[in-house]
Structures are given as structure tokens and as C-alpha cells.
């Protein structure tokens, strides 16, 4: 018996978490062949809670923007939902009817359920190209939390209570999903659920380690599985793999070492060497099949493969699918060749999202230049999934924030090729969707829109604040698609008049007027901090520290604000050192929302004399709470900040030579 619990008003709006509950059981009984263990599941909708869901066996905590699902929600909150309860369902066996033996293996819990959540959510909507978004959001998160020196292993010693919730993160979650997804790939999804259903039928009703998995995956596969994953499991970090091309000979000179965002290893750090699947595609053979791909492993330092199709092959690409948890450093000439692949539309959206998430996070370290991504804009923006435009998103906006607050000539013009990019694609796309679109379409209209209003195209700005004025006047008659909610109400703040930061703060309190679904009424809440008025930001940070917004929301109005424009973090900060105590009262000391909290504050800096005053301001504090997330987030500063000094000259040569063509500053 499966139920889902919520207060009677609201019964409508569970409807869909219902439905979806009963459909996650039944794939999970049939991937596990395992019934479910108890009498009953409930699914409980809760007002307040510190995670997006609690897995208590046969009584699971949501939050309510988790549950209630309705037609006017937004498509991407939709599949977060199925993804969710997919996660916490996967629980009831993987973590309740076996459960880790201790928290260092934590990984082996949440790793297990967050690749099964995708694994579920890719079964029921084949459509949503899930895994493909995985590798824009949680796979970058984890690769990119794991770049830093302050990381660590995914199976970790504790060194605490308060040590526990920290290691609720994006290595735990992402990397341990990564790893999942990367042996299975390896093994066969066949091969490696036999194995699982083996590991739970041996360990139910008890404990189990990272151990037991391996020994289990290794009699159902005949593998070495625990010799393969040794180094993932134990060590921190993951490799570079830097390919030397000799085109003329068709082969590959391979060689791994440590990746590091703040640049190359010592020789202390880069001593482990990786068990790392090569997948390695060309033009000579059809990337649309997994069964050419070449699946052998670099299992030293230094290794050699042969291109498929030898001498006559145009392009090569590594870890295919982006299966493999690694990054891959092209020559320039096999980056060239690439971006003609590309422009030709030879690869796979997520084989491009691959080399694109890999050259920004190079750039950044300093592996290659900032120009040389620069030049392939033009080919990746050929490239229709929403997921490839999204993480140039990604990257004009970091480049923006960290360039914005150096020079006035460079902010301007950054903001005009994002321009450039976005504003021609939301022209294209349009407002409307269409019956036609799909959801990968829809997703791109969405991320095109928002995009080229922050980089001030004129037209969208003027239509999005007239839209929102006729919502605001006339409830009834929601003259946008509910996709488009959140994007008006922040171009609305951002850009219109002033008194639009009051009427969001309306449309939050008093949702039911505009018939706003919960999570547009959380993107009222966060579009408060989109304005760029410093008077209206404090005025917005009292107000989120009122009772008007629970403390779990907090973080939400905080991450709006420090990335809505290149001044706000300033504003955050300041605001943050005068009521620090306020906030640690009102999350309390050891909470984990407090790390999250002061992770975003500081995260988005990039001097290192931001670094530097805010390690000599926390100095003093009691921070046993943030102990992990405090050292990592002045790491990403520091990279930052001498990405900038590294990449200056190089950046501002590149924009200058395109001067004459930009007619629009
Ligand atoms: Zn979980």
C-alpha cells in the first residue's frame, strides 16, 4: 500500500507524486527483484526540512515543493520531483534493508540512490535526456568539488558529529553516482544488477561496506572490481588524461596525472594512478552505437591506443557518453578538428557537452587558454541541446564574474557576445511553446530568454516587465507560459521599475491571489534578490531573516543574490559580517545549513584579497560547522582570481581584435 500524506486543502496537488511513487515501486521492484520489504509506504509532504527528502523505512519526508507537483509547474521542477522520489524510494533498500556499516561508506548509500534516482527518471521519461543533464549539473559539481586540494576521498574518515552532515555533498551524492555509472557502463547494466541483487539478498536486514559491494559485483561479473575501483574510492581527486595525436600514424599517446583547478600537481600529490575506461570514438566509426567504441583502460601512468580507422580518421574523442569521471586535455590541432565535427553536427550532444565542460574547467586551471574556448564558441553554439547552451551560460557567466569588477570595457563587452549568443536563440524560439516542442526544446526557450535579458537585450526586458505588470494586474489571466514564470518575475525586479520588487514580495506572501504553484512561489521569494537597488537587497536580507521565510528558503534568497549582478556579492558580504550572529542564532551553530549558507556568501569572490579578508573575518569564529566547505570555497576564489591575472592580456587582445564588429555597445 502506497500513500502520500499532506494536509487535506493540498490533496489535488500530490496527485502526480502519487502516481509517480507507484510507478518508482514497481521499477525498483523489478530492477532489485526484491519485494518490498514492508506492509505499507507513506510519503509525507512537510512544510520544513533540512533535506529535500528523508528516507525513513516506510514513512518518507518531502519537502512540499518536492510533492506538489500541478499542471502549472515548471517543467524542470517536475523532473526534479520524479528524480527525488525515485532517490528516496531506491532507499527503502538500498540504506533501510541494508544499510553501511558505518559513515565513511556513507557514499555507498546516497552514490547508490542518486544514480538509481537518474537510472528510474531515464526509464519513465526517456525523453528528458536525463543523463544528459547529469552531466551538466551533478557530474560538474562533483568533478569540480573534486578538483580542489581541500577535497576528499568518497569513502572518508569522520572526524566527528559535526563532521557528518559535511559529507552530505556533492562528493558523496555526484562522485558516488559517477563511479556507479561508470562501472556499470564498464560491466553491463545486466552483469552489474546481478550483482546488486546479490549484495542485498547476502546483507539484508544488516550492514554492509564498499567491500561487500565489490566482492559481490566481482562474482557476477568475473572482474577485478575492487582492484579497479581501489584508487576511486580511497584517494581524492581524479585524473587528467592528455592526449599526445599523431594523426599521420593513427595513434594516441596517453598520459594521467592528478587534476587540480589551482593547476598542475606537486610530485606528493599526483602519486595515484587511475583505473580510467578509455571510450574512445572517431570519424571512422558511428558514434551513434556503443558497440564501436574502443573499451580499453588506461591502467598506468603512460599508455598508447590505436585510433579507430587509423591514419584516415578526422577526429577522435574520448570517454564517450561521458562515462568516465576524468577530463581530457586535446591538442589545439585535435581541439580544431573537433570543432569541425561539431559544426557538422558529427557527435552527440552529450559527447559535445563532454569536450565543452572539459575545456572550461582547463581554462580555468590554466591547461589551455581562455582564448582557445573563445575561438569555439561559434561551433558550440551549432549545437541545439539545451544542455550545450547551458553550460556556455555557465561560462560567460563566470567569465563575467570574474572579469566584471576589473574593467568596465570587459564587462560591457562580455555581456554583448552573451548577447550575441543568447538573443538571436531567443528570438528564434520565441514565448510560445509550441505542441511540436519537445522537452529539450522547452528547456531551451526557457535558459535562451532569461539569458538575454541579463545581457540586456532590450526587446525581451521590455516584453518580460510588461508581462509581469499584466499578471500582477490580472491574476486570472497568466498571460505566459508557467515555464516562464520565475524569468519574468526576475527580469521584472532586475530591470523594471522599482516597485516590482514589492509585488513579488506580494506574490510570495499571498500566492493564492495569483494562483502560483509552490515553486514559483519560492521563485517570488528568490526574484526579491534580483534587484540591483543596495537599499532594496538589505531590505530584502532583513526579510529573509524575518518569519516570513522559513530557514531552509534562506540560502535560496542568498544564492540570487550573489550571482544576479557583479556588485551584489559585495553588498551580501557586508550585510553578512554585520549579521552573523543573527544568522548562526537563527540556523543554529552546528546546522548544515549554516555551511550552505556561508559556502554561497563567499563562494562567488575572485580576488585574492577577498580570499584573504575573509579567512583573516572567520578567523576568530566557531566553525566546526563549515570546517570543510569554508576551505573550499577560498580555493575556488583563489582559482579565480589567478585565472584572471593569468588569462588578462590574452582576454582583452581577444575582445579588442573584435572591436569593429560590435556595433551595439
Ligand atoms: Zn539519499
Given at each position: 500500500?502506497?500513500?502520500?500524506?499532506?494536509?487535506?486543502?493540498?490533496?489535488?496537488?500530490?496527485?502526480?507524486?502519487?502516481?509517480?511513487?507507484?510507478?518508482?515501486?514497481?521499477?525498483?521492484?523489478?530492477?532489485?527483484?526484491?519485494?518490498?520489504?514492508?506492509?505499507?509506504?507513506?510519503?509525507?509532504?512537510?512544510?520544513?526540512?533540512?533535506?529535500?527528502?528523508?528516507?525513513?523505512?516506510?514513512?518518507?519526508?518531502?519537502?512540499?515543493?518536492?510533492?506538489?507537483?500541478?499542471?502549472?509547474?515548471?517543467?524542470?521542477?517536475?523532473?526534479?520531483?520524479?528524480?527525488?522520489?525515485?532517490?528516496?524510494?531506491?532507499?527503502?533498500?538500498?540504506?533501510?534493508?541494508?544499510?553501511?556499516?558505518?559513515?565513511?561508506?556513507?557514499?555507498?548509500?546516497?552514490?547508490?540512490?542518486?544514480?538509481?534516482?537518474?537510472?528510474?527518471?531515464?526509464?519513465?521519461?526517456?525523453?528528458?535526456?536525463?543523463?544528459?543533464?547529469?552531466?551538466?549539473?551533478?557530474?560538474?559539481?562533483?568533478?569540480?568539488?573534486?578538483?580542489?586540494?581541500?577535497?576528499?576521498?568518497?569513502?572518508?574518515?569522520?572526524?566527528?558529529?559535526?563532521?557528518?552532515?559535511?559529507?552530505?555533498?556533492?562528493?558523496?551524492?555526484?562522485?558516488?553516482?559517477?563511479?556507479?555509472?561508470?562501472?556499470?557502463?564498464?560491466?553491463?547494466?545486466?552483469?552489474?544488477?546481478?550483482?546488486?541483487?546479490?549484495?542485498?539478498?547476502?546483507?539484508?536486514?544488516?550492514?554492509?561496506?564498499?567491500?561487500?559491494?565489490?566482492?559481490?559485483?566481482?562474482?557476477?561479473?568475473?572482474?577485478?572490481?575492487?582492484?579497479?575501483?581501489?584508487?576511486?574510492?580511497?584517494?581524492?581527486?581524479?585524473?587528467?588524461?592528455?592526449?599526445?595525436?599523431?594523426?599521420?600514424?593513427?595513434?594516441?599517446?596517453?598520459?594521467?596525472?592528478?587534476?587540480?583547478?589551482?593547476?598542475?600537481?606537486?610530485?606528493?600529490?599526483?602519486?595515484?594512478?587511475?583505473?580510467?575506461?578509455?571510450?574512445?570514438?572517431?570519424?571512422?566509426?558511428?558514434?551513434?552505437?556503443?558497440?564501436?567504441?574502443?573499451?580499453?583502460?588506461?591502467?598506468?601512468?603512460?599508455?598508447?591506443?590505436?585510433?579507430?580507422?587509423?591514419?584516415?580518421?578526422?577526429?577522435?574523442?574520448?570517454?564517450?557518453?561521458?562515462?568516465?569521471?576524468?577530463?581530457?586535455?586535446?591538442?589545439?590541432?585535435?581541439?580544431?578538428?573537433?570543432?569541425?565535427?561539431?559544426?557538422?553536427?558529427?557527435?552527440?550532444?552529450?559527447?559535445?557537452?563532454?569536450?565543452?565542460?572539459?575545456?572550461?574547467?582547463?581554462?580555468?586551471?590554466?591547461?589551455?587558454?581562455?582564448?582557445?574556448?573563445?575561438?569555439?564558441?561559434?561551433?558550440?553554439?551549432?549545437?541545439?541541446?539545451?544542455?550545450?547552451?547551458?553550460?556556455?551560460?555557465?561560462?560567460?557567466?563566470?567569465?563575467?564574474?570574474?572579469?566584471?569588477?576589473?574593467?568596465?570595457?570587459?564587462?560591457?563587452?562580455?555581456?554583448?557576445?552573451?548577447?550575441?549568443?543568447?538573443?538571436?536563440?531567443?528570438?528564434?524560439?520565441?514565448?510560445?511553446?509550441?505542441?511540436?516542442?519537445?522537452?529539450?526544446?522547452?528547456?531551451?526557450?526557457?535558459?535562451?530568454?532569461?539569458?538575454?535579458?541579463?545581457?540586456?537585450?532590450?526587446?525581451?526586458?521590455?516584453?518580460?516587465?510588461?508581462?509581469?505588470?499584466?499578471?500582477?494586474?490580472?491574476?486570472?489571466?497568466?498571460?505566459?507560459?508557467?515555464?516562464?514564470?520565475?524569468?519574468?518575475?526576475?527580469?521584472?525586479?532586475?530591470?523594471?521599475?522599482?516597485?516590482?520588487?514589492?509585488?513579488?514580495?506580494?506574490?510570495?506572501?499571498?500566492?493564492?491571489?495569483?494562483?502560483?504553484?509552490?515553486?514559483?512561489?519560492?521563485?517570488?521569494?528568490?526574484?526579491?534578490?534580483?534587484?540591483?537597488?543596495?537599499?532594496?537587497?538589505?531590505?530584502?536580507?532583513?526579510?529573509?531573516?524575518?518569519?516570513?521565510?522559513?530557514?531552509?528558503?534562506?540560502?535560496?534568497?542568498?544564492?540570487?543574490?550573489?550571482?544576479?549582478?557583479?556588485?551584489?556579492?559585495?553588498?551580501?558580504?557586508?550585510?553578512?559580517?554585520?549579521?552573523?550572529?543573527?544568522?548562526?542564532?537563527?540556523?543554529?551553530?552546528?546546522?548544515?545549513l549554516l555551511g550552505h549558507v556561508v559556502g554561497t556568501v563567499i563562494g562567488e569572490f575572485a580576488t585574492a584579497s577577498m580570499a584573504n579578508e575573509i579567512e583573516a573575518w572567520f578567523a576568530d569564529k566557531h566553525t566546526a560547522a563549515f570546517d570543510r566547505t569554508l576551505p573550499q570555497s577560498l580555493e575556488f576564489v583563489r582559482v579565480r582570481a589567478a585565472w584572471y591575472h593569468r588569462d588578462k592580456d590574452d582576454v582583452l587582445k581577444w575582445f579588442q581584435s573584435r572591436d569593429d564588429s560590435v556595433s551595439l555597445l
Amino acid at each position: 500500500m502506497c500513500r502520500v500524506y499532506t494536509p487535506a486543502a493540498d490533496i489535488e496537488k500530490v496527485r502526480f507524486s502519487l502516481e509517480t511513487a507507484v510507478r518508482v515501486l514497481e521499477h525498483l521492484v523489478a530492477m532489485f527483484q526484491y519485494e518490498y520489504p514492508l506492509p505499507k509506504l507513506d510519503l509525507v509532504a512537510v512544510p520544513e526540512l533540512e533535506a529535500g527528502g528523508m528516507e525513513n523505512w516506510g514513512l518518507v519526508l518531502f519537502r512540499t515543493v518536492r510533492l506538489f507537483i500541478t499542471p502549472q509547474t515548471s517543467l524542470w521542477i517536475r523532473q526534479k520531483a520524479v528524480y527525488v522520489i525515485a532517490h528516496e524510494l531506491s532507499h527503502q533498500w538500498f540504506g533501510n534493508l541494508v544499510t553501511m556499516a558505518w559513515w565513511d561508506d556513507l557514499w555507498l548509500n546516497e552514490g547508490f540512490a542518486t544514480w538509481i534516482g537518474i537510472y528510474i527518471t531515464d526509464q519513465l521519461y526517456p525523453e528528458w535526456k536525463r543523463w544528459d543533464h547529469f552531466a551538466i549539473e551533478d557530474r560538474q559539481a562533483a568533478l569540480s568539488a573534486d578538483s580542489l586540494r581541500s577535497s576528499h576521498p568518497i569513502q572518508v574518515t569522520i572526524k566527528g558529529s559535526a563532521d557528518i552532515d559535511q559529507v552530505f555533498d556533492s562528493i558523496t551524492y555526484y562522485k558516488g553516482c559517477a563511479l556507479i555509472r561508470m562501472l556499470s557502463a564498464f560491466l553491463g547494466i545486466e552483469q552489474f544488477m546481478t550483482g546488486v541483487r546479490a549484495y542485498l539478498r547476502a546483507h539484508e536486514y544488516s550492514t554492509a561496506t564498499t567491500r561487500d559491494l565489490w566482492s559481490a559485483l566481482e562474482c557476477a561479473s568475473g572482474q577485478d572490481v575492487a582492484q579497479m575501483m581501489h584508487s576511486w574510492t580511497t584517494h581524492v581527486g581524479y585524473p587528467v588524461v592528455t592526449v599526445d595525436d599523431d594523426f599521420v600514424k593513427g595513434r594516441l599517446l596517453l598520459r594521467q596525472t592528478r587534476y587540480l583547478h589551482s593547476g598542475r600537481p606537486t610530485a606528493e600529490e599526483d602519486r595515484v594512478v587511475w583505473w580510467v575506461p578509455l571510450g574512445l570514438i572517431s570519424s571512422a566509426t558511428a558514434a551513434e552505437s556503443s558497440s564501436c567504441v574502443v573499451h580499453e583502460a588506461l591502467t598506468n601512468r603512460n599508455g598508447s591506443v590505436e585510433i579507430p580507422g587509423g591514419s584516415t580518421a578526422r577526429w577522435f574523442k574520448l570517454n564517450y557518453d561521458n562515462a568516465g569521471l576524468y577530463r581530457v586535455c586535446y591538442s589545439r590541432a585535435a581541439l580544431q578538428h573537433l570543432a569541425c565535427a561539431i559544426k557538422q553536427g558529427e557527435l552527440r550532444t552529450v559527447d559535445v557537452v563532454g569536450i565543452l565542460n572539459d575545456m572550461v574547467a582547463l581554462v580555468t586551471s590554466g591547461y589551455i587558454r581562455t582564448t582557445a574556448l573563445l575561438d569555439m564558441i561559434e561551433s558550440f553554439q551549432s549545437a541545439s541541446g539545451y544542455v550545450v547552451w547551458q553550460i556556455l551560460g555557465y561560462f560567460i557567466e563566470s567569465l563575467y564574474l570574474t572579469w566584471a569588477n576589473r574593467s568596465d570595457y570587459l564587462r560591457e563587452r562580455i555581456r554583448y557576445l552573451a548577447r550575441s549568443m543568447f538573443a538571436p536563440k531567443a528570438k528564434e524560439l520565441g514565448w510560445k511553446h509550441r505542441a511540436e516542442d519537445g522537452p529539450l526544446v522547452a528547456r531551451l526557450r526557457a535558459i535562451s530568454i532569461p539569458r538575454a535579458a541579463w545581457a540586456g537585450d532590450p526587446n525581451i526586458i521590455a516584453h518580460a516587465c510588461k508581462l509581469f505588470a499584466d499578471f500582477y494586474e490580472h491574476p486570472e489571466n497568466k498571460p505566459f507560459h508557467h515555464d516562464f514564470t520565475a524569468s519574468v518575475f526576475e527580469i521584472a525586479v532586475r530591470s523594471g521599475p522599482p516597485e516590482n520588487h514589492d509585488r513579488v514580495r506580494q506574490m510570495y506572501e499571498r500566492s493564492h491571489h495569483w494562483h502560483l504553484s509552490e515553486d514559483h512561489r519560492m521563485a517570488a521569494l528568490g526574484a526579491m534578490s534580483c534587484t540591483r537597488d543596495e537599499k532594496l537587497m538589505w531590505q530584502t536580507l532583513e526579510y529573509a531573516l524575518s518569519d516570513k521565510v522559513l530557514s531552509q528558503d534562506l540560502n535560496i534568497v542568498i544564492g540570487f543574490m550573489v550571482s544576479s549582478n557583479y556588485e551584489s556579492k559585495h553588498v551580501l558580504w557586508r550585510w553578512f559580517c554585520e549579521n552573523y550572529q543573527r544568522v548562526v542564532e537563527r540556523l543554529g551553530e552546528c546546522s548544515a545549513l549554516l555551511g550552505h549558507v556561508v559556502g554561497t556568501v563567499i563562494g562567488e569572490f575572485a580576488t585574492a584579497s577577498m580570499a584573504n579578508e575573509i579567512e583573516a573575518w572567520f578567523a576568530d569564529k566557531h566553525t566546526a560547522a563549515f570546517d570543510r566547505t569554508l576551505p573550499q570555497s577560498l580555493e575556488f576564489v583563489r582559482v579565480r582570481a589567478a585565472w584572471y591575472h593569468r588569462d588578462k592580456d590574452d582576454v582583452l587582445k581577444w575582445f579588442q581584435s573584435r572591436d569593429d564588429s560590435v556595433s551595439l555597445l
